[in-house]
């Protein structure tokens, strides 16, 4: 079926495995599936998919360590990432996001949960951009959007792509308050399930990677009870 979208599956599990494959491909997607990172990693040396679904403990490498490999690679960094896993605490979803995943869904989970995820993580990569001006400046720093660059002072600076996609919002509206609820719609899409207390972990990163001294930001300055603005 041409057209169809291919997923990449890394899960250890065979029995949730199948059953994630199976429902996928039911709902008209390609699933390739992988019992190790190392294996899955290997297959895209030839063949690049649209999406990956990554269990996190995993046999060798973890899923945060693929992760953090596909957000490395210039061929993949790109792709839409959903963290699937059993663990469920606060500190492993800001990790799996602070590293650049699109979304995560904690085990015990609903097979129509899973496929409304990836159908919402791919709507929201296949958006067409807003019209703008692909280079903004203010303060020494510069993000240059047809390149995802971000260079500050001459030197550039690595940013996870919600991080890139919060300072280019954060910029292209200088001087104004943006609610986190905007930012979260914005960013992550008006049907993520996420709280907007996401939106402040990102912002926290963003300003230890930017800023001079995070503890004084001098770039995103926090409007108490609303969000944020770049000054």
Not at 206 to 229: A, C, F, H, M
Request: hydrophobic residues 35%.
């Amino acid at each position: 079926m041409p057209g169809k979208k291919s997923i990449y599956l890394v899960e250890d599990e065979s029995h949730i495995q199948q059953l994630v494959k199976y429902n996928l491909e039911a709902n008209g997607y390609s699933v390739s599936t992988f019992f190790s990172g190392e294996e899955m990693l290997s297959r895209c040396e030839t063949d690049i998919p649209d999406m990956f679904i990554l269990d996190v403990m995993l046999p060798g490498i973890d899923g945060y360590e693929i992760l953090r490999r596909i957000r490395q690679n210039t061929n993949l960094k790109a792709l839409p990432v959903i963290m699937l896993t059993a663990k469920g605490e606060e500190f492993d979803r800001v990790l799996g996001l602070e590293l650049g995943a699109d979304d995560y869904i904690t085990k015990p989970f609903s097979i129509r949960e899973l496929i409304a995820r990836v159908k919402a993580v791919f709507r929201r990569s296949e958006q067409p951009q807003e019209v703008s001006q692909s280079v903004l400046s203010a303060g020494g720093i510069t993000i240059d959007s047809e390149r995802h660059e971000v260079v500050k002072d001459g030197k550039k600076i690595e940013l996870t792509p919600k991080e890139f996609e919060l300072l280019k919002i954060l910029m292209q509206n200088r001087g104004k308050v943006m609610s986190r609820d905007v930012l979260l719609e914005k960013v992550w899409g008006f049907d993520y399930y996420g709280e907007t207390r996401t939106v402040d972990v990102h912002i926290r990163y963003l300003r230890q990677k930017i800023e001079n001294d995070d503890s004084k930001p001098e770039y995103i300055e926090t409007v108490r009870g609303i969000g944020y603005r770049f000054i």
